[in-house]
C-alpha cells in the first residue's frame, strides 16, 4: 500500500520526535509499503526538495520558519505552514500523486487543512497521531491562560480532530480528552503507544570512565530539558545524594530550561553532577551500557498522560527507571505493574531520595530486573507492532 506521512520534524533532527518518525517510516518500508514523507522546510531553495532516505521518500516543501523564533510569529508561521505546503505540492514531483491513506504526527496541531485536501484527492482515510494534548498541557504548565489565544488554538485543534478518521493516542488515560470525537459516526480513538525501533550501536562520544564519575552506579537522564520536564528536583537529589560517593548523575541534552540548570547545579556545588550536549540517538545504547539507572521526569502541572520517549529508550536497553510524574499518569501504574523501577507521584523530594535508595538496593537483589525492561519493551513499544496498528485502521 501506498500512504503520506505529513509531519514537521525528521532527520536531520535529533529531538525524540524525529527519531520516533524517522523509526515509523523505517518499519512502512520494511513491511512492504511505499510511504512519502511530507515536511515544511524554510531552507528549501525553490519550492521543494526531493531526496531518498533509506527506502523512503522524502518530500521537504517551502514554508515558513516555525522553529527557533518568537511566540508571535512562530504562531503565524505555523498557521500559514499547512498552505505553504499545499501550493509548493501542487508544483512538485508528486503534485499528481494518490495514496492509500494519510498519515499525520501532532505536535503541530496546524495540519489538518493538509491532510483533509491529501485525504478529499485521494479518497482515502486519514489517521492522526498525537503525542501530546495541545493546547491543555499548556495551560496546565501555567504557559497559557483560557483567553483568546487558548480559544483559537483549541479550535484549530478541534479541526484536526474532525479531519481524522482514527486518532491514536498515547495512553488509555488520554482517551477522555477525545468523548466528542468518540461518539461520532465512523471515529475511531485508540491507544497508539509510543514506538521505537532498534538503533545502530554507534560507539558513544561520552566516555563517563574517564570522566570525574568514574565507577560510580550513575543515574542518567537523556532528551529535552523544558519546562514540561521539571527538572530541578533532579538536581535537589543530586544533592541529597552528594555524601554518596557511589552514586553520580549524567544529564545529556538541550532544552529551554538546560543552560539554567548546569548554573544552578554550579550554584549548589554539585560535585556529583556531569553535564553534556545533546548526542547522536545511535550513540544512546552504548551511553546508557555506561550507567545504572535512567530517569524521568514530568512537572507535576501536566494532567495528561505521558510516556516520554526517553522511558522507551530505557527500557529498550534494559535500564531501570526513577521517575518524577504528575499524579495519575498511566506511566505509573505501568512502571509499578511491570516492576521496571521506582516512580514518585507526589513531586515530594525526600520521597524521591528515598525511591532512589531503594531502587539501588534492587539493582544488588533483582537480577531479571533488566530482562523485565527489555520484554516490555518488546510487548508494548516496538515499532512493527505500531506499523501493523495503523496500516489496519487505515484499511
Not at 363 to 374: G, I
Request: aromatic fraction near 8%; charged fraction near 25%.
Amino acid at each position: 500500500m501506498q500512504f503520506v506521512l505529513i509531519a514537521d520534524t525528521f532527520p536531520p533532527l535529533r529531538n525524540s520526535g524525529a527519531v520516533q518518525l524517522r523509526d515509523l517510516a523505517r518499519e512502512f518500508v520494511r513491511q512492504g509499503h511505499e510511504l512519502t514523507v511530507l515536511l515544511p522546510s524554510a531552507d528549501v531553495r525553490g519550492a521543494s526538495l526531493s531526496e531518498e532516505l533509506g527506502g523512503v521518500r522524502v518530500l521537504r516543501l517551502q514554508a515558513p520558519k516555525t522553529k527557533d523564533i518568537g511566540y508571535i510569529r512562530r504562531t503565524l508561521a505555523e498557521f500559514i505552514m499547512p498552505f505553504a505546503m499545499r501550493r509548493q505540492l501542487s508544483s512538485s514531483v508528486l503534485a499528481d500523486e494518490k495514496w492509500d491513506g494519510v498519515i499525520w504526527y501532532a505536535p503541530s496541531i496546524f495540519h489538518g487543512p493538509l491532510a483533509k485536501f491529501l485525504k478529499r484527492k485521494s479518497r482515502c482515510r486519514g489517521y492522526l497521531i498525537i503525542r501530546d494534548i495541545f493546547p491543555e498541557w499548556a495551560v496546565d504548565m501555567g504557559l497559557m491562560g483560557k483567553g483568546l489565544p487558548y480559544w483559537v488554538f483549541r479550535l484549530i485543534a478541534s479541526y484536526q480532530y474532525a479531519v481524522a478518521d482514527i486518532i491514536g493516542v498515547q495512553t488509555p488515560g488520554n482517551i477522555k480528552y477525545f468523548e466528542n470525537q468518540r461518539q461520532q459516526r465512523g471515529k475511531v480513538v485508540e491507544v497508539l503507544q509510543n514506538w521505537l525501533d532498534k538503533p545502530a550501536s554507534n560507539p558513544c562520544s561520552i566516555k563517563l570512565d574517564n570522566s570525574l564519575l568514574a565507577g560510580r552506579k550513575l543515574f542518567v537522564y537523556a532528551g529535552n530539558m523544558g519546562v514540561a520536564q521539571g527538572m530541578d528536583i533532579m538536581l535537589e537529589l543530586a544533592l541529597l545524594h552528594q555524601h554518596n560517593t557511589d552514586v553520580g548523575f549524567v544529564f545529556i541534552g538541550r532544552g529551554s530550561e538546560a543552560a539554567r540548570l548546569r548554573i544552578r547545579a554550579g550554584e549548589l556545588k554539585l560535585a556529583n553532577v556531569l553535564f553534556y550536549d545533546e548526542i547522536d540517538p545511535d550513540e544512546i545504547p552504548d551511553l546508557y551500557s555506561q550507567c545504572a539507572v535512567g530517569l524521568v521526569a514530568l512537572s507535576p502541572l501536566h494532567k495528561s498522560h505521558n510516556i516520554p520517549g526517553k522511558f522507551l529508550t530505557y527500557m529498550q536497553s534494559g535500564l531501570p527507571v526513577l521517575a518524577n510524574i504528575n499524579a495519575g499518569n498511566d506511566l505509573a501504574g505501568m512502571i509499578r505493574n511491570e516492576q521496571v523501577g521506582e516512580v514518585c507521584e507526589s513531586n515530594n523530594i525526600y520521597e524521591l531520595y528515598q525511591l532512589s535508595c531503594r531502587l539501588l538496593e534492587r539493582l544488588e537483589s533483582d537480577s531479571e530486573m533488566a530482562v523485565r525492561c527489555r520484554k516490555l519493551f518488546d510487548r508494548e513499544f516496538a515499532v512493527k507492532k505500531a506499523v501493523e496498528q495503523i496500516v489496519a485502521a487505515l484499511g
